[in-house]
Each structure stands twice: as C-alpha cells, then as structure tokens.
C-alpha cells in the first residue's frame, strides 16, 4: 500500500513540476470548477501579486470572468469583459513572448486569454467570429509544437474543439466528408486532452459528455465521465444537470431527480448572482423527465416556460426545445402541430444534430 501511495504521490510532483503549478493552482480549480467564481477570482488576483511566474494565474483569471459571466446570465458584457482581459494582459505576455519566444508553458497560457471570447461564440453559436478568430488563436500551436520536445496534450482540447465543431457543421450541410478532420472528427484530441492534459482536462471532459449526450448518444461513456468529474468537483452545476439528463434518458428516474435536487439546493443557497439561466434549465430538465415519460402536459409545460425565458447559457437550447416540443405533440398525435415546430427547429441557425434529426422526421412526414 505504501508503495502505491508513494507512486501516486511521485506523479502527482512530476505534474506539478511540469506545469509549474503547485497546490495553490488545485485550490484555484477546486473553487472555480465548484462554481465559487467570485472566490477563484479573488484567489487568483492574490497569487498574481505573490507568484514569480503569475501567467497562469493572468490566464486562469481572464476565464474565470468569461464563466461567471455565462453562468449568472451577463450576456450582454461578456465579450466587453473578455476583451478588457485581452487588453490587460496581452502586453505582458507578447513581451515576454518576445525575449523567450520558447517558453511554451507561456504560450499555452497566452492562447488561453486570446480564447476566453471563443467560449462566449461557442455558448452563442456565434458562427462567423468562431471561423474567423478560432484559426488565428489556434495558430500559436505552431510555436508551441516548434518549441516543445514533447506532445503538448494541452492543445489538444482547442484543436479537437474546433475540428469537431467543423465536423458538426459539415454534418449539417452534408459535408461531413469534406469538413471533418481526416482521421477523426477531433473526438481523438479531445480524449488526448482529459486523458493527458493538466490545465484543460476537465473541459476536454466536458465537450465529451455533450457529444456522447446529444450527438453519439452513449450514455454510459457520458454517465461514466460525469461521475469521474463530480468525484472531484461535486458542486458544477452544468455537468449536474448533464448527469441528470444522461440518466434519464437511461430511465435512471431517481438517480436524475437526485442530481435536479443537488442543483436546486446550491441554487437556492445563493451561488450564484443572477440563476435565472439555471433555473431555466432546470425546467428543460424537468420537461425532459416528464417527455420520457410521456407526461405530455407536463413535458410541454416545461418546455413551454424554457423557451419564454430563453436565457440557459447556450443558445442551441431553444432549439432543443423546439424539436423536444415537436417529439411531445407527434406522440400526442398531433401531426401537424409537431410538424409546425420540427419546421421551426429546421429554419433555427443552430449547428447541432437535433437539427438533422428534425429534418429526417420532416422527411417521414411529408
């Protein structure tokens, strides 16, 4: 036992050499994964004033803003509050850049502020700006592969992001074939990055659990990522609301009803500013169990109120909704009712694969 304990222990130093991060770093994920922003933020503008090498702690602090923000509802400010990072920081890092142009930790760290506004376009499905400006950060790989001896598994999350999101997009279009990467749709990186990486392994696990929710629709590797993550952070909300919904559609009844609860607990105990986004969600979750269920009324219901609020932190759940409110009034037997709303899915912008299957039920109905 003493000798697994001291292998645990030597791995956990050569991470921490390796990144240059030691145990105040953790206390920094601990606060910020478990939805204490205000908390992480704090924490971090107090290491920048102590730390010799404060770049993580510029990078980790320009984020922390990008999410509190998405997660208390501020949509308005987001991008101002992200670009306000880029313009503080970005000097610091171009100059040092410019004498130690090989220094790759702080590489990573820069291309991490230049991202912060990519989460935003992300969450809003903001096309255009994700292929204009994602190409341009996600350019600083080439100094950083240049400089690094080894594989460097933290990138791996931006380009397996971006390549799947193309390939999501191709998808669409039906240019699966010519828009997705060749030897993956960047499901490889993304698995490269929770499994290898230090900084990004737990949002390389979080774009997992939504393309095994919504687009590959495995359950068990979604359910089983979730509980590797709450094990460590059993306060986030979003990946909370992503095991009860895992669960389920997994018929999982009191497993789901127990993470809803978790969720309404820490809402209700003040975590966050403005929970409006998250009350929201938990009505799509709520509607969700009740369309399962084929609680019909209650199902639309539901939906019925996300769609008025239309404030969940990402813009692809109103059409989501719409096809979930179509799949509620075509089991009702409601045809053309159902139909209106799959149309309405269909003519969404939204890039997401409730969009294809609304176009193919579309087909079967006409």
């Given at each position: 036992?003493?000798?697994?304990?001291?292998?645990?222990?030597?791995?956990?130093?050569?991470?921490?050499?390796?990144?240059?991060?030691?145990?105040?770093?953790?206390?920094?994920?601990?606060?910020?994964?478990?939805?204490?922003?205000?908390?992480?933020?704090?924490?971090?503008?107090?290491?920048?004033?102590?730390?010799?090498?404060?770049?993580?702690?510029?990078?980790?602090?320009?984020?922390?803003?990008?999410?509190?923000?998405?997660?208390?509802?501020?949509?308005?400010?987001?991008?101002?509050?992200?670009?306000?990072?880029?313009?503080?920081?970005?000097?610091?890092?171009?100059?040092?850049?410019?004498?130690?142009?090989?220094?790759?930790?702080?590489?990573?760290?820069?291309?991490?502020?230049?991202?912060?506004?990519?989460r935003v376009y992300l969450n809003k499905m903001e096309y255009l700006m994700i292929i204009r400006e994602a190409p341009k950060i996600l350019s600083n790989k080439i100094y950083i592969d240049y400089y690094s001896n080894n594989t460097f598994h933290e990138?791996?999350?931006?380009?397996?992001?971006f390549d799947y999101y193309l390939s999501v997009v191709g998808r669409n279009f039906g240019l699966g074939g010519l828009m997705a990467n060749s030897s993956s749709d960047g499901i490889r990186d993304l698995w490269s990055a929770y499994e290898h990486a230090?900084?990004?392994?737990?949002?390389?696990?979080?774009?997992?659990?939504?393309?095994?929710?919504?687009?590959?629709?495995?359950?068990?590797?979604?359910?089983?990522?979730?509980?590797?993550?709450?094990?460590?952070?059993?306060?986030?909300?979003?990946?909370?609301?992503?095991?009860?919904?895992?669960?389920?559609?997994?018929?999982?009844?009191?497993?789901?009803?127990?993470?809803?609860?978790?969720?309404?607990?820490?809402?209700?105990?003040?975590?966050?500013?403005?929970?409006?986004?998250?009350?929201?969600?938990?009505?799509?979750?709520?509607?969700?169990?009740?369309?399962?269920?084929?609680?019909?009324?209650?199902?639309?219901?539901?939906?019925?109120?996300?769609?008025?609020?239309?404030?969940?932190?990402?813009?692809?759940?109103?059409?989501?909704?719409?096809?979930?409110?179509?799949?509620?009034?075509?089991?009702?037997?409601?045809?053309?009712?159902?139909?209106?709303?799959?149309?309405?899915?269909?003519?969404?912008?939204?890039?997401?694969?409730?969009?294809?299957?609304?176009?193919?039920?579309?087909?079967?109905?006409?």
């Amino acid at each position: 036992m003493k000798y697994y304990r001291y292998i645990a222990l030597l791995c956990l130093m050569l991470s921490t050499a390796l990144w240059g991060l030691d145990e105040d770093f953790h206390t920094a994920f601990d606060l910020f994964y478990n939805y204490r922003f205000d908390e992480a933020e704090a924490y971090c503008r107090e290491k920048i004033d102590q730390k010799e090498n404060p770049f993580p702690y510029y990078a980790f602090l320009s984020y922390i803003k990008v999410r509190s923000g998405l997660a208390n509802a501020e949509y308005d400010i987001m991008i101002g509050e992200a670009d306000k990072s880029i313009r503080t920081y970005r000097t610091l890092y171009e100059d040092h850049l410019s004498q130690h142009p090989e220094d790759v930790q702080v590489q990573f760290y820069y291309t991490v502020l230049l991202a912060g506004k990519m989460r935003v376009y992300l969450n809003k499905m903001e096309y255009l700006m994700i292929i204009r400006e994602a190409p341009k950060i996600l350019s600083n790989k080439i100094y950083i592969d240049y400089y690094s001896n080894n594989t460097f598994h933290e990138m791996d999350f931006g380009t397996g992001a971006f390549d799947y999101y193309l390939s999501v997009v191709g998808r669409n279009f039906g240019l699966g074939g010519l828009m997705a990467n060749s030897s993956s749709d960047g499901i490889r990186d993304l698995w490269s990055a929770y499994e290898h990486a230090v900084f990004t392994r737990w949002e390389a696990a979080i774009v997992l659990m939504y393309v095994y929710l919504y687009d590959k629709t495995d359950y068990d590797r979604c359910r089983t990522l979730c509980r590797e993550f709450l094990d460590e952070y059993p306060d986030n909300f979003e990946v909370l609301a992503i095991a009860a919904e895992c669960a389920y559609y997994q018929g999982k009844w009191a497993e789901g009803d127990a993470y809803v609860r978790r969720i309404t607990k820490l809402l209700d105990g003040g975590l966050l500013r403005n929970d409006t986004g998250w009350r929201a969600r938990l009505y799509f979750l709520k509607g969700v169990r009740a369309m399962l269920k084929d609680e019909h009324i209650a199902a639309l219901d539901n939906f019925n109120r996300v769609y008025e609020m239309n404030c969940i932190e990402y813009s692809w759940y109103q059409s989501i909704v719409l096809k979930y409110t179509g799949d509620v009034y075509l089991k009702m037997g409601l045809v053309r009712t159902a139909k209106l709303y799959y149309e309405e899915t269909v003519n969404s912008i939204e890039i997401i694969p409730h969009v294809r299957e609304a176009k193919d039920i579309l087909k079967t109905l006409k």
